[in-house]
C-alpha cells in the first residue's frame, strides 16, 4: 500500500478521520487547559569544615579559610545528609511544618565538592514555593547540627552548613504537561487512522464476499457436458423459461417424451477407425447350413436355416 492509497482510503473515510481529529485537538486543548502548571525552584548548599579543621590547614598553608579545605570525608558527610531529608519520617515531619511541595535532594552534578542541590516543585503559589526553599535549606542546616550533637561531636568540631545558591524564580514545568497533551490528543489522533483502515478493510472484505456470491450461481448454471453411450456428447444448458404448449385440437396417440431442444443438444462424433481394418480380397464367411431332425430317423433334411440350430 503506497502513500496514494493511504491518502484515497482517508478521503473516502472522511466521515471518520474529520469527527476524530476534532476530538483530538479537543481533547488536547481540555488537557491543557485542566492540568494546572507546575513550577519548580532550586537552592544549593555547602558543608564546611569543622573550625579545628580549618586551624589545622592555616598552620600548614597560612590560610584560615574553611572553602580552602573540601576533603573526601564532607562529600560523604552531604550524601548522608541528603538521604537523610528524603527519609519518609522527614517528609511528614516538613508537611506538617508547612512544605507541601515535592523535593529532592541530590549532590550537584559535576562537583567536585560537598554540594546538594535541593529542587521543590508545586503549584503557581510562586512565593510559597520561594518560602518553601528556604525553609527546607534552614532545616538541612538544623538537621546536620542535631545529628552531630547526638553523638557527642565538640561544638568547635562540629561541621557547618552554608547556601551557595538562593532559591532561584520558580519557572513554569511543562514538560510533565506536554506528555499528558501528547497522550490525549495524540491517542485520539492514532486511533482515528486504526479505525479508519479497520472500516476500510471490512468494506473489502464485504464486497469480495458479495462478488464470491454472485459468481457461484453463474459457475452453477454453466454448460456442463457428459458422454452418450451412441457415440454423442449431452450439453447441459441453463433452463430457460418455460414455454406454453399449444393445446391439441383433438385426441391423438401418446407420443414418446421427446428431450427439450433448449435444455439439450447432442454431438455426433465421428467413429474411431478401425484399427485392424480386414483385406477386400478376404474371403467371407459361408452361411452355416443346419438340418431338421425327423423323428427317429437321423438323416436331415437342409431347412435352409441360417445362424438357426
Not at 518553601?132 to 547526638?150: G, R
Not at 478493510?201 to 448454471?221: C, E, F, V, W, Y
Not at 464367411?285 to 437342409?302: H, I
Amino acid at each position: 500500500m503506497d502513500l496514494g492509497e493511504i491518502l484515497r482510503i482517508l478521503r473516502n473515510r472522511w466521515y471518520i478521520v474529520v469527527p476524530m481529529l476534532a476530538l483530538a485537538v479537543g481533547l488536547g486543548v481540555g488537557t491543557y487547559i485542566m492540568v494546572p502548571t507546575t513550577y519548580t525552584t532550586y537552592t544549593m548548599v555547602s558543608l564546611l569544615a569543622a573550625p579545628t579543621t580549618s586551624k589545622a590547614t592555616a598552620v600548614n598553608t597560612g590560610q584560615d579559610n574553611p572553602f580552602l579545605n573540601f576533603n573526601g570525608s564532607l562529600v560523604a558527610t552531604a550524601d548522608f545528609l541528603g538521604r537523610r531529608l528524603q527519609s519518609s519520617d522527614t517528609v511528614l515531619e516538613l508537611k506538617a511544618a508547612g512544605i507541601t511541595e515535592k523535593y529532592e535532594v541530590a549532590l550537584a552534578e559535576n562537583a567536585q565538592g560537598p554540594f546538594l542541590t535541593i529542587t521543590l516543585t508545586g503549584g503557581d503559589d510562586k512565593e510559597h514555593l520561594l518560602a518553601s526553599a528556604n525553609q527546607l535549606a534552614d532545616y538541612a542546616d538544623k538537621t546536620l547540627s542535631e545529628i552531630q550533637k547526638q553523638n557527642n561531636v565538640a561544638e568547635k568540631d562540629r561541621i557547618t552548613l552554608t547556601q551557595v545558591i538562593p532559591p532561584q524564580k520558580p519557572e513554569a514545568e511543562t514538560k510533565e504537561k506536554l506528555k499528558l497533551v501528547i497522550v490525549a490528543g495524540g491517542g485520539t489522533a492514532a486511533l482515528a487512522f486504526v479505525l479508519t483502515f479497520v472500516v476500510e478493510s471490512i468494506a473489502r472484505a464485504r464486497r469480495r464476499k458479495a462478488l464470491g456470491d454472485a459468481a457461484t450461481p453463474a459457475a452453477s448454471g454453466a454448460a456442463s457436458a457428459s458422454a452418450d453411450i451412441e457415440g454423442t456428447v449431452v450439453l447441459q444448458l441453463p433452463p430457460n423459461a418455460p414455454k406454453v404448449a399449444a393445446k391439441a385440437s383433438s385426441a391423438a396417440a401418446p407420443v414418446p417424451p421427446v428431450a427439450d431442444p433448449e435444455k439439450t443438444q447432442r454431438l455426433r462424433i465421428p467413429s474411431r477407425p478401425v484399427s485392424n481394418p480386414q483385406p477386400e480380397n478376404r474371403p467371407q464367411p459361408r452361411a452355416a447350413t443346419t438340418y431338421k431332425s425327423n423323428g427317429g430317423d437321423r438323416r436331415g433334411q437342409d431347412a435352409g436355416r441360417v445362424n438357426g440350430s
